[in-house]
């Protein structure tokens, strides 16, 4: 990036005297207009730079720009900062790849990182001091030069303390440490180190009495075993042991191993990992690869020699620890399809490692599980009592707190009960290790382990996986909360729209996923989880890392101080006054503030200049529920108070510029103030139906996403406002009389008016096409569904598609709705034709639920004909109206019904409607309503439907739901 402003000489000129020409034409709306230009400009020309300093380098741009006139020797030092800022991202990424290999170097890297923060704060504020006494001297100008001269003399003081505090820290670094060329060989070192410690657990014990493999080794090998057709059977079969680490993966696949070797012509365990590929092939063959000659080998060479020694060969390999897709394609290009009937086994923490495989091969995923209660106790009683006897009953109770920390973990089993072998084996002690878990020295070694995956991370990475070290144990992270935190905090780098971010921010979540980094909940049809947790292990491991970071501090009590000087990220979890008063010490220094319950007491907003981030979802507070003084967060980007008891937002809220995402749902605020219109930058407003919102709506064009808006409760006006919303990509409407919540009722035959501006409006945001979400729920028997699907109106491309209200049959005009991947409709009744019409949107089709009011009088059959991408299916009714034939679905995984047994079984005689011929299906959910239903009614049904999936070997979910006729009357007596 360029770190001067050679080139821009003209443009700063010519803007600088027009300031001097017409300073009253400036005012804080065109600053903060012309200050976005300039960023966005800078943060294109930055895109090599990553994480902090990128929207760093853009502030120093907007600072050298046209909108500041900056004293001569205050250019000199501003441009001073942006070059060694530059330089400091540099040396960052460098840094942030090297494993822990020197007590200095982190220190350094932690110090750069604390300097860069406070340039960024020093250049936050003195902006906002020069832009706010233009304000005032808009409407003082008589002291206008006077007031500007003596705000710019004090930058120049700022700015020249932080170039000072530059200089003498880089002229520290050059005393410690000089980072050259040799740099990456360090690094490749310390790697090696790491991984190198895990090796053993290829070669254990075979005495040693494991705990809870028997059935894991007895399930691979009848994979690797089992005979099939003749094609398959004589293909190389790879089975991909998946699983977080610490589970025994290794050591599961090493007892496989020595269990089948000696039914292969040639068998070989290879330690994968981090290592360049040539090292590995030297493993596979190293008979015939000396090492001496391996270096004058190309790659090419070496993957030859490889291939023909196994070639004539029925071979068994073992590749433990594969950590990437790549190095798995290279390792598969290696093996020869002999046709001999080979085998591979892979450990993987990557779950896309695991379900790649070549389409020559066969394969099969084994997922590892966590030991349950019985054999963690067994495993841990038998390494502390030396595997004689079980756990004392003095200890018993600590012991099952302690394995309750472990979650069924070998690697903490073994770690911790190696631990408590060496000490008194007293309640005391034992107490004390409990309270220590996460800190004590003697636990490195499982740190070690799972420290492995944070050190292959990427920069901006790394800070999204530290950051849930905001979250306390055993929390329930939502997906959308957590990305839109990591965007505001700015931990998402390189994209300029927040849609991008967005969709960055999901492949992030994704991809902690995918290294068994963080646990799913609810995966979706898309295969995102909705939200998350974190193993209580993996936090320790996290929180201590940021600890050390310096990153985010986290108060569960008193006993949590002294903490740092500064801190910059802040979690409470407590409600002591000594904690509260830790976050009054930082407000000048904190970025970002988290609160979960207990805490109820607000912070005092003035002087939080630097906060992005205040999250204090769920928190109940004790007072100030007015939330005072929030135009005092001035860089505040993310607000976020969902489920508190906040009664209001203060009418100064449209002063807080950068607030980008506001959610006020499910708490007591019932209207939102007319300033809110003032907030240019809010992509994201999240209210509760039933809130009032500001007629002017319109003005808020940078927004994105709005709901769930109750329109009865709202003005004429507003519904026709939000046709101006023209860059709006996620919309949720309610016109239902249930959300006026005792406000003044609207006349009913208003109902028709709303509906017409409402329709008016989204006629508008469809012409725009950037709509691409919309749920819409409205009185029953309202024809607005209809009017907005006619032929002749311009369908948008929606994506997402919710009709809440019930309607009396699908319109046809959706047939056009080609890109829509989320459909969810509510029907009077549907009959083939309504079936049809949706069938037809099956190109796209992910997701489909059908609420049916009526039961057909014969089933609808869905054959082989559309739903061909169809990933999730519900279906309620209180008749199983629906029959599938062979073919139906065929991509089809997860089938949740709600349906009745009384109806079902009279109707149509039974329940097989065809489940067994959905072959993909990977989850069945029930709901029977039992209610006037026999019990031999429901028996049937539920022995139907589990013989129905049967061949899919899962296990269906059935829930009963009423009371049956036998537990009203009781039970039936025969004769």
């Not at 070797?261 to 068998?267: L, M, N, R, T, V």
């Not at 008194?424 to 878990?437: A, C, Q, Y």
């Not at 969709?503 to 898309?526: A, K, M, T």
């Not at 032929?791 to 209200?805: A, D, F, G």
Request: glycine share 6%; with cysteine.
């Amino acid at each position: 990036m360029p770190t001067n402003s050679e080139n821009k000489a003209e443009p700063q000129v010519h803007y600088s005297e027009y300031e001097h020409e017409h300073p009253h034409k400036l005012c804080s709306s065109a600053l903060l207009s012309r200050q976005t230009d300039l960023i966005k400009m800078a943060e294109v020309l930055a895109s090599g730079a990553t994480g902090l300093i990128t929207s760093l380098l853009g502030k120093l741009a907007s600072l050298l720009g046209d909108e500041y006139t900056l004293l001569r020797e205050v250019r000199g030092d501003v441009e001073f900062l942006q070059a060694e800022l530059s330089g400091m991202d540099d040396l960052l990424v460098r840094l942030v790849e090297m494993e822990k290999n020197g007590h200095g170097t982190k220190k350094w890297r932690v110090k750069l990182r604390e300097l860069a923060y406070e340039v960024e704060d020093g250049i936050d504020s003195f902006t906002h001091r020069l832009g706010s006494a233009r304000d005032r001297a808009g409407f003082v100008r008589g002291f206008m030069k006077q007031l500007n001269l003596m705000v710019r003399h004090q930058v120049a003081r700022q700015i020249q303390e932080l170039r000072d505090q530059i200089e003498v820290e880089c002229a520290r670094q050059m005393r410690y440490t000089q980072l050259g060329g040799g740099g990456s060989s360090s690094i490749d070192a310390a790697v090696a180190d790491q991984i190198d410690c895990r090796v053993k657990a290829l070669y254990v014990d075979p005495d040693h009495q494991l705990v809870g493999m028997d059935g894991p080794v007895a399930s691979i090998v009848e994979l690797l075993t089992m005979e099939e057709d003749e094609s398959s059977a004589r293909q190389l079969r790879i089975v991909s042991i998946f699983g977080p680490g610490g589970l025994g993966k290794t050591t599961l696949a090493n007892q496989v191993h020595r269990k089948i070797k000696g039914q292969f012509d040639y068998a070989a365990l290879v330690s994968v990992s981090q290592r360049p590929i040539r090292d590995i092939l030297t493993k596979i063959a190293p008979s015939v690869i000396p090492t001496d000659s391996s270096s004058s080998l190309d790659t090419c060479q070496l993957i030859e020699i490889v291939k023909d020694f196994l070639q004539d060969k029925r071979y068994l390999i073992v590749f433990d620890d594969i950590w990437s897709t790549k190095m798995w394609e290279n390792l598969m290009s290696v093996l020869p399809r002999n046709n001999k009937k080979s085998r591979v086994i892979t450990t993987t923490r990557m779950s896309n490692v695991a379900s790649s495989r070549s389409p020559r091969s066969n394969g099969h995923i084994y997922g590892m599980e966590s030991l349950n209660d019985a054999d963690s106790k067994e495993l841990f009683s038998k390494i502390i009592f030396d595997h004689k006897g079980k756990c004392p009953k003095a200890l018993d109770e600590i012991a099952d707190e302690i394995l309750k920390k472990c979650g069924g973990i070998p690697l903490a089993i073994i770690t911790l009960a190696s631990l408590l072998a060496k000490k008194p084996k007293t309640r005391k002690e034992w107490k004390r290790v409990k309270s220590s878990i996460g800190n004590a020295c003697e636990l490195e070694g499982m740190r070690q382990t799972l420290s492995l995956s944070f050190y292959d991370l990427s920069y901006d990475l790394r800070n999204c996986f530290l950051s849930f070290s905001s979250f306390p144990e055993d929390y329930e992270i939502d997906r959308e909360r957590l990305v839109l935190r990591w965007i505001a905090e700015g931990f998402i780098s390189g994209k300029e729209q927040q849609e991008l971010m967005e969709e960055e921010g999901n492949n992030y979540f994704n991809e902690l996923v995918n290294r068994s980094l963080i646990q799913p909940i609810d995966i979706q049809y898309n295969g995102s989880a909705r939200a998350c947790r974190v193993h209580d292990l993996m936090l320790e491991l996290i929180v201590s890392l940021s600890k050390e970071e310096n990153f985010i501090t986290t108060l569960n009590g008193p006993e949590c101080l002294p903490m740092p000087s500064k801190i910059r990220w802040l979690s409470l979890h407590s409600n002591e006054n000594e904690v509260m008063q830790v976050v009054t010490n930082n407000r000048r220094h904190v970025r970002s503030v988290s609160f979960f319950p207990p805490v109820a007491q607000l912070p005092p907003f003035v002087e939080f200049q630097a906060m992005r981030v205040f999250d204090v979802k769920g928190c109940q507070f004790g007072e100030h529920k007015k939330m005072k003084n929030m135009e005092s967060l001035i860089q505040l980007k993310y607000l976020n108070l969902a489920y508190t008891n906040v009664t209001e937002l203060p009418k100064e809220i449209g002063e807080v510029h950068f607030l980008e995402t506001l959610d006020v749902r499910n708490c007591q605020i019932q209207s939102l103030p007319p300033s809110l219109c003032q907030l240019q930058k809010l992509v994201r407003l999240f209210v509760s139906l039933g809130v009032t919102l500001p007629d002017k709506i319109g003005k808020m064009q940078a927004l994105e996403e709005l709901s769930h808006v109750a329109i009865l409760c709202n003005s004429l006006n507003f519904v026709k406002a939000l046709g101006e919303l023209t860059k709006l990509r996620v919309f949720r409407v309610d016109c239902r009389y249930s959300w006026l919540n005792g406000k003044k009722q609207a006349p009913r035959q208003s109902v028709s008016t709303y509906e017409d501006v409402l329709l008016s409006s989204l006629q508008n945001l469809f012409k725009k096409k950037n709509l691409r979400s919309l749920e819409i729920d409205l009185t029953n028997g309202s024809s607005l569904v209809f009017s907005l699907m006619n032929p002749y109106c311009p369908l948008p491309q929606l994506e997402e598609l919710v009709i809440s209200n019930s309607i009396s049959r699908v319109p046809r005009s959706m047939r056009s709705l080609k890109d829509v991947i989320h459909l969810e409709i509510k029907l009077d009744r549907m009959e083939e034709e309504d079936l049809h019409i949706i069938r037809d949107m099956s190109d796209s089709l992910l997701f489909l639920k059908i609420h049916l009011e009526i039961t057909p009088e014969e089933r609808l059959i869905i054959d082989s004909e559309g739903f061909e991408c169809l990933k999730q299916f519900e279906f309620c009714c209180v008749g199983m109206g629906l029959k599938f034939v062979q073919g139906a679905m065929p991509d089809l995984e997860k089938l949740d019904l709600d349906i009745g047994v009384r109806k079902t079984m009279s109707k149509y005689g039974g329940f097989d409607f065809g489940i067994k011929n959905l072959e993909a299906l990977k989850h069945v959910g029930v709901k029977l309503d039992c209610q006037y239903a026999e019990n031999r009614e429901i028996q049937s049904a539920e022995a139907t439907i589990r013989s129905g999936v049967l061949p899919r070997r899962i296990m269906p979910q059935i829930q009963r739901i009423g009371n049956s006729l036998d537990s009203i009357l009781g039970p039936t007596v025969k004769v």
